[in-house]
């Protein structure tokens, strides 16, 4: 028995031993260097307005929210407004010109990839800019089961060197982290956390192709020390809005909505300006020259370049670079490069 029982006894802990190393995280995010990295030292390339998808001026990216995670992006924004039915919605400033459907239907194809990719953390940035009452974004986030990948910080907010590693993240399954720009509110959800307690922002709506700044805009006055930051990588170009017919508006909202909202003027509004009223200027996401925008390194204006800026200024990396049209240009290239490897 003896001469037999120590091999197999052996064996058998040999077995074990490899159940787990295998069940030890070996991957987080597709890389092994990001496991015992904390979350708020690593760099993700974030989807702009990724809800808004399609052709459209008003559109900021060109492929869907589940063909992004699968790019590996791994940074999600969006924004969204009530719409005229009451539904939380994904809507471009105006749920008459731009509804890209309710937010549970977004909320649920996160969960259902989230599913899928047991070794992947995601985060999520909702901007709330009508203050809607947390409590529906807690509605919508329970009805799409999504709530239980959420991370809860121990405190709020978490100290910058207190995160946890993707490592841990990943073996207690909160592999979301949910930020929100206004009307956080931990107190009543503590999974919600407000983004200018962690994250500073450059600015946005730059109409400048080289990028050649990485000041703080908001929030107003912050200092960078202690902070995460979000780095707007995306570019605007002017349009005069007697030169966008409305059937060009949006994807869900365009026909009749559009017409409406259009003769109203309304487009400035779509686009977030401040002058409304015909002849303006509006701002549009520049489709032409996101494949420059989104360029890993070399030319100016690309993202190494900005980033190389920031690093100067604050001497670390972004934690986040937001871009429109994540499939232009080499952003998930650009991801490794910023993390190091
Ligand atoms: C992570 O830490 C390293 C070492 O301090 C630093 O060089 C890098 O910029 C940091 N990255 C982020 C995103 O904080």
């Keep these: 028995m003896i001469p037999f029982s120590i091999p197999l006894l052996l064996l058998v802990s040999l077995c074990f031993l490899n159940i787990s190393t295998i069940s030890a995280q070996s991957l987080c995010n597709g890389h092994a260097e990001l496991c015992s990295r904390k979350y708020s030292n690593i760099t993700f390339i974030g989807a702009h307005d990724s809800a808004f998808v399609g052709d459209s001026p008003a559109d900021n990216q060109g492929i869907s929210v589940a063909a992004q995670l699968d790019s590996r992006i791994r940074f999600l924004q969006s924004q969204a407004h009530i719409n005229s039915f009451k539904t939380l919605s994904l809507c471009h400033t105006s ?34 800019g009508d203050r809607t009452d947390i409590k529906q974004y807690d509605t919508a986030f329970k009805s799409s089961g999504l709530n239980k990948y959420a991370y809860t910080p121990p ?46 922002e450059t600015p946005f709506n730059t109409l400048d192709p080289t990028f050649n700044q990485c000041s703080i805009d908001r929030p107003p006055g912050a200092k960078p020390d202690g902070r995460m930051y979000v780095v707007n990588h995306f570019l605007d170009k002017k349009i005069t809005e007697g030169d966008v017919k409305p059937e060009d508006i949006g994807t869900k909202g365009k026909g009749m909505l559009g017409d ?82």
């Excluded at 709020?156 to 592999?175: G, M």
């Design 95 to 128: 749920c008459f010109l731009n509804d890209a459907g309710p937010l549970t239907t977004f909320l649920s194809t996160i969960k259902t990839w989230l599913d899928k990719h047991p070794d992947e953390v995601l985060t999520l940035l909702l901007t709330n």
């Design 155 to 200: 405190a709020h907010p978490l100290r910058f060197d207190a995160w946890p590693t993707l490592a841990q993240l990943i073996s207690s399954k909160t592999r979301l982290v949910v930020f929100m720009d206004y009307g956080a509110n931990s107190a009543t959800v503590p999974y919600i956390l407000d983004e200018f307690a962690y994250f500073f």
């Design 260 to 341: 409406i909202a259009g003769g109203l003027g309304g487009l400035g509004g779509l686009f977030g300006r401040k002058k409304r009223g015909l002849g303006d200027d509006i701002l549009v996401p520049d489709r032409e020259k996101a494949k420059e925008t989104n360029a890993k390194g070399g030319g100016k204006g690309s993202i190494g370049a900005q980033v190389g800026k920031c690093e100067g200024l604050y001497g670390r990396m972004p934690n986040v670079v937001l871009l429109d049209f994540v499939e232009e240009g080499q952003g998930v290239a650009a991801q490794r490069v910023l993390n190091g490897f």
